[in-house]
């Protein structure tokens, strides 16, 4: 545990359960000041307040939103900036599986609008925050899952078939591939960003489905799965570790630089995902 820092405010998504409420917990207990981000207004307060009652030395706002609208996320962005003038830390930490094909209101197919699109625009609109705050970091909760996966660009939304399983490990390889494109957008600033697998962690990730891999994954989060204290370590660590100043573009696990697969470290498709990304959410940019 490092030194108390009362100056640092930390923005985290999907901060009302699992991987990013521990994360949120130990950052409290640091020092920093929090925003929250959660879909549920009872669940959000609830969090909210636990979270005030126990560490009442630093600050907890909050917004809610459903973070597979496009809509919603821009939303929730403006209103952020109008609450906050430094942003010293963004945790794009949301992220969901989702074994049958589901749209979103806007047509979006969910997978690819939660755990990608809401990273990117949310990133996008809270780009000037960042940039006024010095040395400010953002962070991108992706996965092993990518291995094993390249885009499959006339399948990004499930166009042609939907598999839950290869939707998820895309995004999770999309969370990558948007990590090192916008660290060499950003190479002249002073910002990072990084990307990290946090293990196979027992939260209740994946609970939202039936069926047999939702069976299977509870059964193997029993035997094979790290408690949330471990799983939110590296997050924990690149939020808040002296020791990653000035590195991005990076790939973490167990808080140290892992190489990711060469899918991910193909400049051309991370290009062409930027490029199609933003043609997406041209009306909310
Ligand atoms: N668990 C693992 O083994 C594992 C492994 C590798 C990577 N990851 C990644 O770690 C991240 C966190 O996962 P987790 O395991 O902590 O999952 P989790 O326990 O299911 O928590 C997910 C969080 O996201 C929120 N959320 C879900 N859908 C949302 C939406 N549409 N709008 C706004 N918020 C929404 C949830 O809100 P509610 O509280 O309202 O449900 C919850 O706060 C994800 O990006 C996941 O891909 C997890």
Known sequence: MQGRDTQKTVLITGATDGIGLRTAERLAEWGANLYLVGRSEEKTKAVVQALRNQYPEVSIDYSLADLSKPSEVKKTALEIKSKLNKLHVLLNNVGAFFSKKVLTGDGLESTFALNHLSYFLLTHHLMDLLKATPNSRIVNTASQA????????????????????????????????????????????????????????????AENNKGIFSGLLKVAKVFAAINLDKGSDTGFFLCTSHMVEGVSGKYFDKSRIKKSTKQSLNIETRKKLWTITEDILRDHL
């Open 146 to 205: 990518h291995v094993g996966v390249d885009l499959d660009f006339a399948n990004l939304q499930g166009e042609k078939k939907y598999n839950g399983w290869n939707a998820y490990q895309m995004s999770k390889l999309e969370n990558i591939l948007f990590t090192y494109e916008l660290a060499e957008r950003l190479k002249d600033t002073d910002i990072t960003v990084n990307a990290f697998h946090p293990g196979f962690v027992a939260s209740k990730f």
